[in-house]
């Protein structure tokens, strides 16, 4: 999942900015878009198309306990501090790097996948919300 938390809701990255002020805007499961520059709920007609080579960077969300109570955690250095990667492929690949993923091999094509499904790669952009 790609995205950010807003409260206790997660709104996925989608490949749109906002009209107004050419900030990513997040999809607000599937009825709108949210511009957090804004701070305006937006429709189809008030987006557009985000440059292809946008890559925003991301912290890496957990949930440790599964519950649906549970706060998120975030991956971070031996100093305490929140690691922020440059894209989400460097979070991914960090991941694989220190085997926090699940791998799983199909020899028949010779092909590795891993599984993701336990994290969040939250856009950076979520600190700028809070006015952190």
């Known amino acids: 999942m790609s995205g950010i938390f807003m409260g206790e809701y997660f709104y996925d990255r989608t490949d749109k900015v906002c009209k107004i002020c050419g900030s990513s805007v997040w999809d607000a ?5 949210i511009c957090l520059n804004c701070k305006k709920n937006l429709f189809e007609e008030d987006v557009l198309k985000q440059n292809s080579h ?6 890496i969300g957990y949930d440790d ?3 649906d109570d549970s706060e998120i955690k975030y991956v971070i250095d031996s100093t305490g501090n929140t690691i ?5 492929v460097e979070a ?3 991941l694989v790097n220190c085997g926090l993923v699940r791998k799983t091999t199909f020899k028949s094509m010779g092909v590795d ?3 993701f499904n336990d ?5 950076q952009i979520q600190e700028n919300c809070y006015g952190k």
Not at 84 to 88: N, R
């Open 29 to 33: 499961y599937g009825d709108f878009y």
């Open 54 to 59: 946008y890559s925003p960077s991301i912290i």
């Open 65 to 67: 306990n599964k519950k």
């Open 84 to 88: 922020i990667f440059k894209d989400e």
């Open 92 to 94: 991914k690949k960090y």
């Open 113 to 115: 996948l891993y599984c």
């Open 119 to 123: 994290f969040y790669f939250i856009d």
